[in-house]
């Protein structure tokens, strides 16, 4: 029986070639990997994606390219069958199925031309916990096997606990940024760590940050008594919300008035009743759901989906999903460089569509990428990637910059910004600071050889880091 191909080995190489706008001869792919692989076996790989119809391979022997494949809609746009980082649409996205990708092209078309709808009732209904599951067999137990730390049984919260720092800044940027935060890392740092929000920026986009570091103390700190309840999940909202809304009174209750969805055509549940119904009965699904990862997917889609509260409730989603994972000493999800508009569309296609498989593709990629971050296992869709691969001088210069001239977290964002305006196309701005920003954070006496750096200029920089 012949051998199976991990999906993430595809998944990196479909990647690396998106990456090249045109296409890429196979030398070019391998350079780009974040692994070794020998040639006769990174061919083999281009041949079964060829014949999946996931590249397209064009020229003959040493000429032949690949490039990822485009299709025409009526618009005359060009979409990816396989949209992957950097692709036909020129932004960032993750990897999809082509079912995704389907899903993604129709929720793409004009607001205009898409169908008005409301709250299905049926899509809850529906599911049947552990009878109907939205993650196939294969993929719950791929995500357990990268999620589940060594060590055997643990108290709950164990893991979390043990990168809580780390993901305490993580799940606070990543979580606030896919609503439109235009916080950096480092900056996002300082307000955590300092109390102290950065200069030009709206106070609103502080008080989310903050908002974020208190829903996530409380999972961590009480994780052995959350659960899919009201208690939990009202009083996430209620941390989520605080100061953010118009009426004081909405943190933590379920809401009793209309509300609209900006950016699409759904229209969510008006009767307070209704609300309600629904609200118990999300959590009672939620609850009987034995695999922590089908829970968490689950939470994700059918909290955004009904809207229960005024606002914050995607938000309230996201650190509900992390619910069975840090009960279960799992690795967190913390959304590590998810593309906001891919988080978006998988969202709007629950709203509009009720189809799963576009945010489907968004959380398994996204709990790949934690668990890379979180388990120092490299894998296939982790560090380096293309784009780190391109921007690696100029990172290294901006670190080596920051450590010599004794810079602090507020000089360091400042000068990565100006090196990015100065050096950087502008598609790829945000994601040089983070990246940069990153590398500052990452530095320690095992790395500083990689920058050229004395230890005595990291101990002298070190000590006025802040």
């Known amino acids: 029986m012949p051998k199976r191909i991990p999906a993430q080995e595809l998944d990196a190489i479909l990647t690396v070639v998106a990456a090249h706008p045109e296409s890429a001869p196979a030398s070019a792919i391998r350079e780009g990997l974040p692994y070794e692989l020998p040639s006769r076996t990174l061919q083999r790989r281009l041949t079964l994606l060829v014949e999946q119809q996931r590249l397209i ?28 980082l950097g692709g036909a649409y020129g932004e960032a ?41 939205y993650l196939p067999a294969q993929t719950r137990q791929r995500l357990l096997d990268m999620g589940r730390p060594p060590g055997g049984e643990r108290p709950a919260g164990t893991y979390a606990r043990t990168i809580y720092e780390r993901l305490l800044i993580d799940l606070s940027w990543n979580s606030s940024r896919l609503e ?134 995607k938000r309230v989603s996201r650190l509900a999903a992390n619910i069975p994972l840090i009960r279960g000493n799992l690795c967190p999800l913390s959304f590590v460089d998810v593309p906001e508009r891919a988080y978006i569309d998988g969202v709007l296609a629950i709203y509009e569509l009720n189809r799963v498989e576009l945010l489907r593709d968004v959380f398994i990629w996204a709990c790949e ?52 305006a100065e050096q950087v196309p502008p598609a790829d701005q945000a994601r040089f600071v983070e990246v940069a920003e990153t590398e500052l954070m990452s530095l320690h006496e095992g790395n500083i050889a990689r920058y050229r750096l004395r230890p005595a200029e990291y101990q002298a920089w070190r000590e006025g880091w802040r």
């Open 57 to 84: 391979a064009e020229g003959q022997r040493k000429a032949r390219r690949y490039r990822v494949p485009v299709t025409v809609t009526g618009q005359g746009s060009p979409v990816e069958a396989r949209a992957t």
């Open 93 to 133: 996205y993750v990897p999809l199925s082509p079912e995704a990708a389907a899903v993604r092209q129709a929720i793409r078309a004009p607001i205009q031309k898409r169908q008005p709808v409301g709250y299905q009732r049926a899509f809850l209904d529906d599911y049947r916990p552990n009878v109907a599951r």
């Open 180 to 313: 439109g935060n235009t916080y950096s890392v480092l900056e996002t740092e300082r307000l955590l760590e300092l109390g102290e929000a950065a200069e030009g920026k709206d106070a609103l986009e502080a008080q989310m940050i903050l908002n974020h570091k208190a829903a996530i103390e409380l999972l961590v700190e009480q994780a052995d008594e959350i659960g899919f309840n009201r208690y939990t999940i009202l009083n996430l909202h209620a941390l989520l919300a605080d100061n953010l809304l118009g009426d004081p009174q909405a943190g933590g209750r379920l809401r009793r008035i209309p509300v609209g969805v900006d950016g699409t055509v759904y229209h969510p549940l008006e009767v307070p009743q209704l609300i309600e119904e629904c609200f118990d009965q999300i959590l009672d699904t939620a609850a009987a759901i034995t695999d922590p990862f089908e829970q968490a997917f689950f939470t994700l889609v059918h909290l955004a989906y009904l809207q229960g509260f005024e606002d914050v409730n």
């Open 369 to 420: 990428r934690s668990s890379a971050r979180y388990s120092a296992v490299r894998q296939s869709l982790g560090e380096p990637d293309p784009f780190r691969l391109r921007y690696r001088a100029l990172v290294a210069e901006l670190v080596a910059a920051v450590v010599r001239s004794g810079m602090d977290k507020k000089a360091a964002t400042a000068l990565a910004r100006q090196r990015a």
